[in-house]
């Protein structure tokens, strides 16, 4: 097995975070995808409460 640095490894994970966000930042369909996925699956459910029909 390769063995690595711990700062290698670091450095690997923050250039994949640093271009995922800029990905995510300039591309408007995969912020609406990101956001309504994390409102219909987290603590940002839209409930109708008083609504009754």
């Known amino acids: 097995m ?3 640095t711990l ?3 670091l450095s690997r994970w923050l250039v994949v975070l ?3 966000l ?4 300039h591309c408007a369909p995969l912020q609406r995808a990101l956001s309504d ?3 219909d699956g987290g603590c ?3 409930h109708h409460v008083g ?3």
């Open 2 to 4: 390769n063995s690595q």
């Open 44 to 46: 940002h459910q839209r």
């Open 37 to 39: 996925y994390a409102v």
């Open 22 to 25: 800029v990905a995510v930042h």
């Open 18 to 20: 640093i271009i995922t």
């Open 51 to 53: 609504h009754h029909e």
């Open 7 to 9: 700062f290698a490894q």
